[in-house]
Antibody, heavy 118, light 110 residues
Framework: EVQLVESGGGLVQPGGSLRLSCAASGFTFSSYWMHWVRQAPGKGLVWVSRINSDGSSTTYADSVKGRFTISRDNAKNTLYLQMNSLRAEDTAVYYC???????????WGRGTLVTVSS | QSALTQPASVSGSPGQSITISCTGTSSDVGSYNLVSWYQQYPGKAPKLMIYEGSKRPSGVSNRFSGSKSGNTASLTISGLQAEDEADYYCCSYAGSSTWVFGGGTKLTVL
């Protein structure tokens, strides 16, 4: 089955760190660019970060630049998001998404909830 | 990286047509024909409904259509059905390998 499964979310204190994982299966993970998109409770979708197929190029939203790092391990079919210096406003469900035709997101995981609170 | 502007809510009766607008700027929607639309049910992951402004992925009903004029993209749903009740988000490429989503529109089928 073609799917993405996120994990690693949880409760973390402000200023803390967390690493999210996204396990891919059912398709050739190494051929696809991947993204992270987040959604605060009751709010809209917000693009977070993108990585190309071999991991050599990454981009970030201004709101997370310098604090978050996207990476991937194609041998393990896994995408990561290292989140440091977490703030309350980072509280959200984090989705990983596969890129379709370079510009669109055609496969999404179910998301993992990150809560930043003391 | 300001969010694209969508109406917070729209509604329609079964069988009617509705249109959701998505207004950006000359740096995103206006510069690229790379707008997509996503449907999201509560507690579920988004689903790609329209890409490249007006194309439908395989399996998406032809009741869904998209268009763009200048800095504004639009999603039209014709022959509204109860199952169309969901949140809808537009998304545009914004240059420099960044993307921007709209704030989302809640569709209510009366």
């Amino acid at each position: 089955e073609v799917q993405l499964v996120e994990s690693g979310g949880g409760l973390v204190q402000p200023g803390g760190s967390l690493r999210l994982s996204c396990a891919a299966s059912g398709f050739t993970f190494s051929s696809y660019w991947m993204h992270w998109v987040r959604q605060a409770p009751g709010k809209g979708l917000v693009w977070v970060s993108r990585i190309n197929s071999d991991g050599s190029s990454t981009t970030y939203a201004d709101s997370v630049k310098g604090r978050f790092t996207i990476s991937r391990d194609n041998a393990k079919n896994t995408l990561y998001l290292q989140m440091n210096s977490l703030r309350a406003e980072d509280t959200a469900v984090y989705y990983c998404a596969r890129v379709y035709l370079n510009w669109y997101f055609d496969l999404w995981g179910r998301g993992t909830l990150v809560t930043v609170s003391s | 990286q300001s969010a694209l502007t969508q109406p917070a809510s729209v509604s329609g009766s079964p069988g009617q047509s509705i249109t959701i607008s998505c207004t950006g700027t000359s740096s995103d929607v206006g510069s690229y024909n790379l707008v997509s639309w996503y449907q999201q049910y509560p507690g579920k992951a988004p689903k790609l409904m329209i890409y490249e402004g007006s194309k439908r992925p395989s399996g998406v009903s032809n009741r869904f259509s998209g268009s763009k004029s200048g800095n504004t993209a639009s999603l039209t749903i014709s022959g509204l059905q109860a199952e169309d009740e969901a949140d809808y988000y537009c998304c545009s490429y914004a240059g420099s390998s960044t993307w921007v989503f709209g704030g989302g529109t809640k569709l209510t089928v009366l």
